[in-house]
């Protein structure tokens, strides 16, 4: 399975952009990167998930490098309600319905009021 | 949006008794589902696969006799863990994907406490 690196942990003021990056430098053609997050004794919450192109939705935005060795998670105003575990985790498209999402240690943000 | 909905959120047993959660896919059909452990601030460990009508595939370490897998439906997936023992405890997280292009929806978790 590719792997991906991201930093332990970030902190972010309320209402301000939070940028997390992922670097997946093993990614191969057919891998999607997928951003999930978890708050506190809760299951992961699907954020978002992209190819190669940059990806928006209600909840955040997706950039991801041309070369896709990396990609970012941008929330673009954080609320409280946003400090929670972030993983960014590569599946792969050829894998179907049986593909299970590994889960890294994955990005602890925590968002000051 | 798809749900699952993941019973009971939290369960103390005795040592040597079993506990069943279930996993439902409450608007989507769920051929594969997908159950995960997860200890203190720690990450989430995948303990096996289920596919509806088939046997479980199960991690390497996991004991499949432990940790009985049943998913009878194409909407329910049982988890149920035989013989308890306080190391069991733990918080026991299912999935499912809910179709293609889109990702995963994973249930609300149930805490295990062995005592």
């Known amino acids: 399975d590719a792997k991906t690196t991201q930093p332990n942990s970030m902190e972010s003021n309320e209402e301000e952009p939070v940028h997390l990056p992922c670097n997946h430098s093993?990614?191969?053609?057919?891998?999607?990167i997928h951003w999930y997050r978890q708050l506190p004794s809760q299951g992961p919450e699907y954020v978002i998930h992209?190819?190669?192109s940059n990806v928006n939705n209600r909840m955040a935005s997706l950039a991801i490098a041309e070369d896709r060795k990396s990609s970012t998670l941008i929330l673009h105003r954080a609320t409280l309600r946003d400090a929670a575990v972030y993983y960014c985790?590569?599946?792969?498209?050829?894998?179907?319905?049986?593909?299970?999402?590994?889960f890294g240690k994955g990005t602890l943000l925590t968002v000051n009021p | 949006g798809a749900v699952v909905s993941q019973h009971p959120s939290r369960v103390i047993c005795k040592s040597g008794t079993s506990v069943k959660i279930e996993c439902r896919s409450l608007?989507?059909?769920?051929?594969?589902m997908f159950w995960y452990r997860q200890f203190p601030k720690k990450s989430l460990m995948l303990m096996a696969t289920?596919?509806?009508?088939?046997?479980?595939?199960?991690e390497q370490g996991v004991e499949k006799d432990k940790f009985l897998i049943n998913h009878a439906s194409l909407t329910l997936s049982t988890l149920t863990v035989t013989s308890a023992h306080p190391e069991d405890s733990s918080f026991y997280i299912c999935?499912?994907?809910?179709?293609?292009?889109?990702?995963?929806?994973f249930g609300s978790g149930t805490r295990l406490t062995v005592v």
């Open positions: 999935s499912a994907r809910t179709g293609e292009g889109y990702g995963y929806t």
């Open positions: 093993t990614i191969s053609g057919t891998d999607y």
């Open positions: 992209g190819l190669t």
């Open positions: 985790i590569l599946r792969d498209l050829a894998g179907g319905s049986n593909y299970k999402l590994t």
């Open positions: 608007d989507f059909q769920a051929t594969t």
């Open positions: 289920s596919n509806e009508g088939s046997k479980a595939t199960y």
